[in-house]
Every structure is written in C-alpha cells, then in structure tokens.
C-alpha cells in the first residue's frame, strides 16, 4: 500500500497536498476508492480516496494504528562524513534497518571535509533520500539529517542518550554482546569515516560515556561497518 508522510493531521479532513497529490494522482494514477497509507509521528492512518483534484487528495480514515515497523529504540547514527555516495548509501540503508536520526560529524581524519555552507546544500538531496528509504521499508517517520557537526558537539549530543557505543577498527573494545542494552531507550552508534578515528577521538568519547566496540578482525568499509552495526544492534535489542 503506497505511504505518505505528513508532520500533522486532522483525522476529520484528512488531504495530501503539493507534490505527492500531483505523484498520486498522475503517476500512480490512483482512483476513487482505492487505499493508501498517511503517516504521521510513528502513526500510520490507513485511509480511502474520497476525491482527487490536480493539487489535493481527499481521503476518508477507515483505521489507525501505531507503525508496527518502527523500532523500540531511538538510535542516532553519528556517521563521520565519507565521500558523498557514500553517505547518501548509509542514510539509505540506516533508514531502512531503522535509525531515527544520521548526525554527519566532521572528524580528524575525514578525506571528504565539506564546510557547514557546502554541506547545507547537500542535506535536501539527503533528506530526499531518507525519505524514499522510509516509504519503501515502512517506516512511520522520515529520520532526520542534521546539519554537519563538529565532534567536540557530537560529543555533547552522546552525552544526552541513554547509551552511546563507538566503532573502533583496533582490538581493545568490546563485543556487541556484552554491552549492556536492556531498559535503554536512546543509543548513540558512532561510525568512522574511510580513515577510521584517530585514538584520541576515541578516548574522548570513552570520557564521554562510550563504550568501544569491536567488529572483529576484518576490516569493514566505512559504508559497510554502519549497516553492519545497526543490523547488530537491532539484533539485540529485539527490533530484527
């Protein structure tokens, strides 16, 4: 069933508007009758086409019902910048296993070093691509894409969650197994860029509340080791 996204509702005129009305009605060539899914704040709003006009489709609620596909865990992916198909390849595939937000941080030893103007630019391509990743996995929001942060503020946001794990490619961390998620509700999962991180960001982090982790002895491509992680992750914490 074709799903739609809305940051507000009014369940007694429930319409789609702008470019997805347009989408609807001339490329799926949806009718009168026919189901389609509204989604709004982890709420799925399963409804019928009342009526389509060239720029507004009205709907008539049949259920509701909260998402089903979204995780019991709010995860932040703190994603040190790579090239930019690499990131835009993490947003999508993050999204899909199901982060709710993909912070991209500026660390020592990224080769790509976009400044915060440049990089603005890039975020509604990236927020474009969130958002089809969410359509098409089911997903009951569309996770955020902050702007690009300095680490010494990507630190500060760990500090907010209820527990933070930081990939490092060097032995010396933990299994994934043996860190301790039960009754946490917030996870902060922080990923390096193509030349990992430097030790002392690490440590920095550690001070901070992190808990190393360690992959094991192959070594993952910056793209990979973020799927990776929050393919484990949902794994053990019961969301996969």
């Given at each position: 069933?074709?799903?739609?996204?809305?940051?507000?509702?009014?369940?007694?005129?429930?319409?789609?508007?702008?470019?997805?009305?347009?989408?609807?009605?001339?490329?799926?060539?949806?009718?009168?009758?026919?189901?389609?899914?509204?989604?709004?704040?982890?709420?799925?709003?399963?409804?019928?086409?009342?009526?389509?006009?060239?720029?507004?489709?009205?709907?008539?609620?049949?259920?509701?019902?909260?998402?089903?596909?979204?995780?019991?865990?709010?995860?932040?992916?703190?994603q040190a910048v790579p090239k930019t198909d690499k990131l835009?390849?993490?947003?999508?595939?993050?999204?899909?296993?199901?982060?709710?937000?993909?912070?991209?941080?500026?660390?020592?030893?990224?080769?790509?070093?976009?400044?915060?103007?440049?990089?603005?630019?890039?975020?509604?391509?990236?927020?474009?691509?969130?958002?089809?990743?969410?359509?098409?996995?089911?997903?009951?929001i569309i996770p955020e894409i902050t702007p690009i942060v300095?680490?010494?503020?990507?630190?500060?946001?760990?500090?907010?969650?209820?527990?933070?794990?930081?990939?490092?490619?060097?032995?010396g961390g933990v299994s994934f197994r043996d860190v301790d998620?039960?009754?946490?509700?917030?996870?902060?999962?922080?990923?390096?860029?193509?030349?990992?991180?430097?030790?002392?960001?690490?440590?920095?982090?550690?001070?901070?509340?992190?808990?190393?982790?360690?992959?094991?002895?192959?070594?993952?491509?910056?793209?990979?080791?973020?799927?990776?992680?929050?393919?484990?992750?949902?794994?053990?914490?019961?969301?996969?």
């Amino acid at each position: 069933m074709p799903r739609f996204f809305t940051n507000e509702i009014n369940e007694d005129n429930i319409i789609i508007t702008g470019s997805d009305a347009n989408h609807i009605g001339r490329s799926l060539r949806m009718k009168k009758g026919e189901q389609l899914t509204v989604c709004c704040n982890g709420t799925d709003y399963n409804c019928i086409i009342n009526s389509i006009t060239p720029d507004t489709v009205y709907l008539d609620l049949v259920s509701k019902n909260i998402c089903a596909s979204e995780p019991s865990v709010n995860v932040t992916l703190f994603q040190a910048v790579p090239k930019t198909d690499k990131l835009e390849y993490i947003i999508q595939k993050s999204v899909e296993l199901g982060v709710s937000r993909i912070v991209p941080v500026l660390t020592r030893r990224c080769i790509s070093r976009p400044d915060e103007k440049d990089f603005s630019k890039k975020l509604p391509r990236l927020q474009k691509i969130a958002e089809q990743a969410s359509k098409q996995s089911g997903r009951g929001i569309i996770p955020e894409i902050t702007p690009i942060v300095s680490y010494k503020k990507a630190l500060a946001m760990m500090s907010e969650l209820d527990r933070t794990v930081i990939l490092y490619e060097e032995q010396g961390g933990v299994s994934f197994r043996d860190v301790d998620f039960n009754n946490v509700k917030t996870i902060g999962l922080v990923v390096g860029s193509e030349g990992g991180f430097d030790p002392e960001e690490t440590d920095l982090a550690v001070e901070a509340g992190a808990v190393r982790v360690w992959l094991g002895k192959r070594i993952l491509r910056c793209e990979t080791a973020p799927v990776t992680a929050v393919s484990i992750l949902m794994f053990l914490t019961n969301n996969m």
